[in-house]
């Protein structure tokens, strides 16, 4: 489902390299942990998988395609197939829980049919069947947290891109969301999740790809976090 | 990539009222600018008409002694008919000048009771061949020894001048209007930028889930070309109503030329049809840019 192929990146303003002869591949299905310290490479190799990041050298397949070859303007149709979360969310603060959860079907140019229907199923499928009227302010953060993976995942996207998902919320609520993204996974859509949050890594055995100073130094099926 | 109209409306609205100040200097700004280039373009038709007005031969008059001689009156003729210059020309009698007279003073029976028909003069009236000015003027001056001739009246030194004027005048203005102009661009590109860094989160979330670029830009383009078409039609009251002053300030004028300065409505409406135009373009035109250079930023 995402292949890397020799890919580096480097930011000019940083100078040392964010990601040095990456190699990876994540089937289908998958569910991958990124781990490693701050500035290790992980957001730089989640960015690079939807293409808002262009790598140096080397290249990424995803769904089987290269995305380097892919045109500017067919990028939006690679990202529809692609759902992000992150750890400070992203809502719109003005819209309620189901306005956030319909933009991403409205700016997709979604019928108002669809998008009536699949908003309040998703809502319910993340436990936010009774909240969908509220303000993202008026909830806590792991049901903000609930919001933005109904965002990410109304469109039922192949892959979501998770980037330090529970790096705001407190053990118990990140629980929470990591049974959500476990039953996300279990419908068959793979997840990458960037985190150091070793308590959930060695608590979900799942496959670890471990980044240290931009270098995949362990790639290890049913891993810890060290 | 299918609009919902619902959404356009509301985003270009939500944009068009979440910073008024901004949106209110955009419309003025353009508003101003292509008042500027409203009234050159104004003056430069009305010169265009006046001109046309001459190109077609305007009349000069040769005004004839109250007691001219019949021979007098013929050596005239004689000289109109044989010039090559004169296209034609028509001798106005005592009693059709007097007709003219009592029409053009109907509305002031005081000054028709002073003036009977044997105190009014009689005139050619001349259409000349030539467009030059020159060679209209020594045509006159010649005239004007012969014996019975009190006086020639030209338009063409009026003529000339107004031209001269409005030439030199709209050419100032069109330069303002193309500075303005471009003032106007940076400012609806400003107000954009802002427009855009105010929802520069609802932005990335847009590219995030997949929105097209054009998706995105569509309702900021939108709200320029609102602005540019709100600014247009401004200025086009300033056009109409400058109008109106050339209209009052010739209609007092002797020569029908001048009164061709002031245009129809309907050549008022090319005027506007155009400055429509180009205040769509530049909010338009100034917004997508705006946007642009934020998508890929």
């Excluded at chain 1, 953060?141 to 995942?153: C, D, L, N, Y």
């Amino acid at each position: 489902m995402i292949r890397l192929e020799g890919v580096s990146k480097e930011y000019p303003e940083q100078g040392v390299p964010a990601l040095r002869d990456a190699y990876a591949d994540i089937t289908k299905g998958e569910f991958v942990f990124l781990v490693g310290p701050s500035g290790s490479g992980k957001s730089t190799f989640l960015r690079l998988c939807n293409k808002q990041e262009e790598p140096d050298t080397g290249r990424i397949f995803v769904a089987g395609k290269d995305i380097g070859q892919l045109s500017s303007w067919k990028v939006p149709m690679l990202r529809r197939n692609i759902g992000s979360i992150f750890q400070d969310f992203k809502l719109l603060p003005t819209k309620t829980v189901a306005e956030n959860v319909a933009f991403a079907l409205e700016v997709i140019g979604r019928p108002r049919s669809v998008i009536r229907t699949q908003v309040p199923a998703i809502c319910e499928l993340v436990g936010l069947g009774d909240k969908m009227a509220k303000l993202p302010d008026q909830l806590s953060g792991g049901e903000q947290q609930r919001v933005s993976i109904a965002r990410a995942f109304v469109n039922r996207p192949l892959i979501l891109l998770a980037d330090e998902p529970t790096g705001n919320l407190d053990p118990q609520t990140s629980i929470g969301i990591m049974r959500l993204l476990d039953r996300i996974n279990k419908t068959g859509t793979t997840v990458v999740m960037a985190s150091h949050d070793r308590g959930i890594v060695d608590t979900m055995r799942k496959r670890v790809i471990e980044l240290s100073n931009g270098v995949i130094v362990r790639d290890q099926a049913r891993g810890v976090y060290e | 990539m299918a609009f919902r109209p619902d959404y356009l409306l509301r985003e270009t609205g939500q944009n068009l009222f979440r910073n008024p100040s901004l949106s209110v200097a955009s419309i003025l700004t353009v508003a101003v600018s292509l008042s500027l280039m409203g009234a050159a373009l104004l003056i430069q038709q009305g010169v265009g008409e006046v001109n046309k007005y001459f190109r077609d031969g305007v009349e000069f008059n040769v005004w004839m002694n109250i007691d001219v001689e019949q021979e007098h009156i013929e050596a005239v003729s004689n000289f109109l008919s044989d010039s090559p210059y004169v296209r034609q020309w028509e001798y106005v009698g005592t009693e059709a000048t007097y007709r003219e007279f009592q029409s053009y003073y109907s509305d002031t029976p005081d000054v028709l009771e002073l003036v009977s028909a044997d105190q009014i003069p009689t005139s050619f009236r001349v259409t000349p061949n030539d467009v030059e000015v020159d060679s209209i003027e020594s045509i006159g001056r010649e005239i004007e020894n012969y014996a019975g001739v009190k006086d020639v009246n030209f338009a063409s030194d009026d003529i000339k001048a107004i031209s001269d004027f409005s030439r030199g005048s709209s050419t100032i203005m069109l330069f303002a209007a193309g500075a303005s102009a471009i003032a106007a661009a940076l400012l609806m590109y400003n107000s954009i930028r802002t427009a855009v860094f105010a929802r520069r989160r609802e932005i990335e979330v847009m590219r995030l889930v997949g929105a097209t670029k054009w998706f995105i830009r569509i309702p900021f383009m939108l709200e320029g070309l609102l602005q540019g078409l709100i600014g247009a039609f401004l200025s086009i009251f300033s056009v109409f109503a400058l109008n109106r002053a050339f209209e009052n300030f010739f209609a007092d004028q002797d020569f029908y030329a001048f009164r061709d300065f002031a245009l129809s409505v309907s050549d008022i409406m090319g005027i506007a049809i155009a400055l429509m135009i180009v205040g769509a373009m530049l909010g338009a035109v100034g917004a997508g840019v705006a946007v642009t250079r934020y998508l890929d930023a």
